[in-house]
Each structure stands twice: as C-alpha cells, then as structure tokens.
T-cell receptor, first 114, second 116 residues
C-alpha cells in the first residue's frame, strides 16, 4: 500500500463546481503539503500544514482552501472551480524529526475543469 | 526567499552521451537541494539530495550532482545516457529555516529526450 494516498486519481468536472481532493498518509508525519504542477511551470506550493493546528498559505493559495482533519489527512478544496485550475495536484508529507529525509509524494490527482 | 532556475526546457542527447542538466539556486540561508525525476504519466521520484554533507552527491540510476556554493549551482550529470532516462527532471530547494525536508521551491523542469 502507498504511504501517501491521493483520491481521486483523476477527475473531470465543470466550471463552478465544488471539488475536494483528499490526501491520507500512513507515515505518521506531522507536515503535509499541497502542490500543483503545470506544464512549463514546475510544481508550486498551494498550502502547507506543519501540524493539525497549523495551516499556512503557499505561493498560489487564491481559489483554494484546505482542511487538516487529522494528522493523517489533509484535504484541498476548490470552492468554485475554474478552467485555469486544471492541473496535476500532488500531496506530500515530511517528518520534522528527520530533517534530512526528503518529502514523500503521492502519485498525484489529475484534475480537468471544463 | 529561495528560488531555482533551470535554463532551457528541453535537452536532447544521444544514447551513451553525457547528460548535463543545469540548476542554479538562490537562497538566503544554506540551501538543501534536490533533483526529482518524473517519468511519463507518473509521480515524482527523488533522484538525489544535498543536505550539507558531501558536495558531490550520488543518486539512483547512475546520476550525480555537485553542489558549488561559489556558483550557486547544483547541476545534474550522468556519464552515459540510456533510453530509459527520458523523462522530466526538476531541481528543488527547500526552506532551510524549517528543515531540509520542508516546503520546496521547484524549478520549471527540463524534459530530457534520448535519441537512439
């Protein structure tokens, strides 16, 4: 089983719909992150959470919100989806007690907004 | 704030040739640097990382990178390209103030093509 699981893996939806992308992890890591990947732009940080009570905006948070329901779960919501939010979304985790260990990434959610 | 520059969006080499993918960074604190690879329709895989130990870092699949502080560079190399190396490669720097594995800033990525 994957350590970092993203659901759904693929989603096609329409402009104006509310969408939630979910991320769950079995690694016991306190820190969780949401990134989006666009062709030619690399990955950009949307939101990050250093623990359940700590949530921070990243580089491109406009149009997104997050919820850290538990240490293991970090959800990303698009309240009213728009076409330019079509992208590949990655969740990642890290352990601050092991700072030399890299982030662990999920397999991504491919989101298309028509 | 940190940043990463990957010059060029596409590199093409012949099979067996040297692979050189360039990465320059900017960071106000000692950086932690990473190279990730993404094969078509797959997620990210860590190739190697620099976390202030040896400046020459060896990674998986025969790749290595050298941290050069004076040049603010962390270029990725492989002596002999293989067809299976065709992928997109990302350089990333982490926020050194909150740990090597903290929030990452990625470059725009370089697509590597390998010609038979």
């Amino acid at each position: 089983d994957a350590d970092v699981t993203q659901t759904p893996r693929n989603r096609i939806t329409k402009t104006g719909k509310r969408i939630m992308l979910e991320c769950s992890q079995t690694k016991g890591h306190d820190r969780m992150y949401w990134y989006r990947q666009d062709p030619g732009l690399g990955l950009r940080l949307i939101y990050y959470s250093f623990d359940v009570k700590d949530i921070n905006k990243g580089e491109i948070s406009d149009g997104y919100s997050v919820s850290r329901q538990a240490q293991a779960k970090f959800s990303l919501s698009l309240e009213s989806a728009i076409p330019n939010q079509t992208a590949l979304y990655f969740c990642a985790t890290s352990d601050p007690r092991r700072p030399n260990q890299p982030q662990h990434f999920g397999d991504g959610t491919r989101l298309s907004i028509l | 704030a940190q940043s990463v520059t990957q010059l060029g969006s596409h590199v093409s080499v012949s099979e067996g040739a040297l692979v050189l993918l360039r990465c320059n960074y900017s960071s106000s604190v000692p950086p932690y640097l990473f190279w990730y690879v993404q094969y078509p329709n797959q997620g990210l895989q860590l190739l190697l990382k620099y976390t202030s130990a040896a400046t020459l870092v060896k990674g998986i699949n025969g790749f290595e990178a050298e941290f050069k502080k004076s040049e603010t560079s962390f270029h990725l190399t492989k002596p002999s390209a293989h067809m299976s190396d065709a992928a997109e490669y990302f350089c990333a720097v982490s926020d050194g103030n909150t740990g090597a594995n903290s929030k990452l800033t990625f470059g725009k990525g370089i697509t590597l093509s390998v010609r038979p």
